[in-house]
């Protein structure tokens, strides 16, 4: 079955760092658009952030720009999220996403067709 695991997330003070992880099973992400999501509780899911594997191209919400910095790793079955001067509204469950990069749209959840479980990330003080 193929499916994405996230991991490293956790609770952090205001300015703190973490990174967050999100692995392929059963896949690997050639040619894939891959989208880090958040969705804070009483609020929509946000696109935060999205790569293009195929020529490693990110596109960032303006809200984490200059902050988080999206990358995979060089077998392409790992992307990770690193997330710097972390702020109390960062605080959110955290997705990842993937589906074939042609047919995805950056920060948007369509034609995503594998996602994970989500990863609590909290900042506070």
């Known amino acids: 079955e193929e499916h994405l695991v996230e991991s490293g997330g956790g609770r952090v003070r205001p300015g703190g760092s973490l990174k967050l992880s999100c692995a392929a099973s059963g896949f690997n992400f050639h040619d894939s658009g891959i989208g880090w999501f958040r969705q804070a509780p009483g609020k929509e899911r946000e696109g935060v952030s999205f790569l293009r594997t195929t020529d490693m191209s990110n596109v960032y919400a303006d809200s984490v720009l200059g902050r988080f910095t999206m990358f995979t790793n060089e077998f392409k079955d790992t992307v990770f999220l690193q997330m710097n001067n972390l702020k109390p509204e960062d605080t959110a469950v955290y997705y990842c996403?993937?589906?074939?990069?042609?047919?995805?749209?950056?920060?948007?959840?369509?034609?995503?067709?594998?996602w994970g479980k989500g990863i609590q990330v909290t900042v506070s003080s």
């Open positions: 996403g993937a589906g074939p990069e042609r047919a995805t749209v950056p920060l948007t959840s369509y034609a995503m067709d594998r």
